[in-house]
């Protein structure tokens, strides 16, 4: 059951969100704003924080939040001061707090992409019933879940906002290939930690927030609908079609499966 608080902070984030859908669509976001950026990607993934608690409990909930954060805020540092994973590339000042050339800001959009591509592959994955088929299954999903969203929040990160700048160019929209396989490496070992360590626990099979778990798929397509419009907008139309068909393929196997999942029970 959802509590007072849990819908307030959902409906401040799609108030935060409905705000900046229309001052960036229409490019008339003020500079003297420019830190709401970083409070929406903050506020995002406070929502994965808030899943992984209501659904795991607050001590392993949390446990699975700060590795996210931490692991991702170690990796992109060693990806920007060596080159390694992502490709060459540096953040602009202005993306949010920096921390060892890394701004804090990227912890917690991954944890947005994580949470939401973990309860969305979860479901996915369900009826294998063969627990080393069923995490690599999940590991792999996620992580192709995950490079969806990339594939549309890479291009208008960069080439319209700026928030962080390649170091050279690539073949999608200046972006080099070792970016998505950076991501697909990283979402990879990050879901297959979240996978064994509640297998382990004997979590993997919980659902005790139907409140959070319904949200995280909305938030998945919410910030994907986002990115897509201002790829739209800025003459990014491939990226948009593109992550546009993938994300419609992953929802509808999703929803797919969890209606032969209802259907069964």
């Known amino acids: 059951m959802s509590n007072r608080f849990d819908r307030i902070l959902f409906r401040f984030f799609l108030f935060w969100y409905t705000c900046g859908v229309i001052l960036l669509?229409?490019?008339?976001?003020?500079?003297?704003?420019?830190?709401?950026?970083?409070?929406?990607?903050?506020?995002?993934?406070?929502?994965?924080?808030?899943?992984?608690i209501r659904n795991y409990g607050f001590q392993l909930g949390l446990f699975l939040s700060l590795m996210i954060f931490f692991v991702t805020i170690f990796i992109e540092w060693i990806?920007?001061?060596f080159g390694l994973f992502f490709g060459h590339y540096y953040y602009n000042p202005d993306f949010g707090l920096i921390f060892f050339d890394v701004p804090l800001t990227i912890?917690?959009?991954?944890?947005?992409?994580?949470?939401?591509?973990?309860?969305?592959?979860?479901?996915?994955?369900?009826?294998?019933?063969?627990?080393?088929?069923?995490?690599?299954?999940y590991a792999f999903i996620g992580a192709l879940a995950a490079v969806v969203i990339d594939l549309v929040i890479d291009p208008v990160a960069y080439l319209v906002k700026e928030y962080w700048i390649w170091n050279g160019e690539g073949f999608y929209y200046g972006v080099?290939?070792?970016?998505?396989?950076?991501w697909f490496i990283l979402a990879f070992i990050l879901h297959t930690l979240v996978y064994l360590i509640l297998?382990?626990?004997?979590?993997?099979t919980?659902?005790?927030?139907?409140?959070?778990?319904?949200r995280m798929v909305w938030l998945y397509a919410l910030m994907i609908f986002m990115f897509m419009i201002l790829a739209l907008t800025n003459g990014l139309?491939?990226?948009?079609?593109?992550?546009?068909?993938?994300?419609?393929i992953l929802l509808v196997i999703y929803f797919s499966i969890k209606k032969g999942g209802n259907h069964d029970d």
């Open 107 to 137: 912890g917690f959009a991954w944890l947005m992409v994580i949470s939401t591509t973990h309860v969305i592959t979860k479901q996915i994955v369900r009826p294998i019933k063969q627990p080393l088929k069923q995490g690599n299954m």
């Open 237 to 248: 139309i491939g990226a948009a079609f593109l992550t546009a068909t993938l994300t419609g």
């Open 79 to 81: 990806g920007v001061q």
């Open 176 to 182: 080099p290939f070792s970016n998505f396989a950076g």
């Open 206 to 214: 919980t659902e005790q927030s139907t409140y959070w778990t319904v």
């Open 25 to 52: 669509t229409f490019d008339i976001l003020p500079p003297f704003l420019e830190w709401a950026n970083a409070v929406f990607l903050i506020l995002s993934g406070l929502l994965g924080v808030v899943y992984f």
């Open 199 to 204: 297998y382990l626990r004997s979590k993997w």
